[in-house]
């Protein structure tokens, strides 16, 4: 895998994840000395000029810094449980169902660390994985997030409240989200860009929850709306 972006490559160096090789712009400003924790961690790095860090880099955005790295490693839910057990907390997990833009899927594990999620729960077909551009636009935030692929959402969401979890949907049409409880342990799940989440997946859920929207626009993009839902379930939790 590759990262690109000063933000990315020193989060990646920061986290402990295995970097090959870490290539850097000659004469680049280095004011967050990534070069100096690519010492201290070890890591082989060579310097190139501008026009070979260009054509190496697939975002067109690389700042300086392209790392060569072990690809992503994926977690399980027994993972996100082992988290959330070990700060104290009751469980939260988002669960993306056919997110495809992986600018979108990025956002979201950004949304997911900020605001204290204990995992990301991805399926393994049409949808976006952890890829490169993910990496990027997480600006750091994929490495420290859990996140699990399973093979079928419905089968996942099943399990999860055999276990007592809560499950919610994000729609148009539910209950507002400031009156659901969101206190215990709890799935969010959030649809894909155009068709929102599946009708069998709904069917699923315990609950509907909305944004509550007072503009002439009655959609938000995915990684928007899991924002606002993860924010209000940290405003339940802790300032009630």
């Not at 924790?37 to 000029?49: N, P, T, Y």
């Not at 399990?159 to 659901?180: H, N, R, T």
């Amino acid at each position: 895998m590759i990262i690109e972006g000063k933000n990315a490559v020193k989060e990646a160096i920061k986290s402990g994840v295995t970097i090959s090789e870490l290539k850097v712009q000659k004469g680049i400003h280095d004011n967050d000395n990534v070069i100096g924790l690519a010492k201290d961690k070890g890591i082989r790095f060579v310097f190139c000029d501008k026009i070979k860090m260009d054509k190496l880099s697939e975002s067109k955005k690389h700042q300086g810094f392209i790392a060569t790295c072990e690809d992503f490693k994926y977690s399980t839910i027994a993972d996100m449980r082992e988290l959330a057990a070990k700060k104290g907390e009751k469980l939260f997990i988002i669960i993306l169902d056919g997110v495809e833009d992986p600018h979108n899927v990025g956002s979201i594990l950004r949304v997911a660390d900020c605001s204290g999620a204990h995992g990301v729960i991805l399926p393994k077909h049409r949808a976006c994985s952890v890829n490169d551009t993910v990496v990027k636009v997480s600006s750091g935030a994929s490495n420290y997030v859990k996140v699990a692929m399973v093979t079928n959402i419905n089968d996942t969401i099943r399990e999860l409240k055999e276990d007592f979890v809560k499950i919610v949907c994000a729609e148009a049409d539910g209950s507002p989200m400031y009156k659901v409880d969101m206190t215990d342990d709890i799935a969010v799940v959030i649809g894909s860009e155009g068709n929102g989440v599946k009708a069998l997946t709904r069917k699923l859920c315990d609950q509907v929850i909305s944004i509550p929207m007072k503009g002439n626009v009655n959609s938000l993009n995915a990684s928007v709306a899991s924002g606002i839902i993860s924010f209000e379930v940290i405003r339940q939790r802790n300032f009630k």
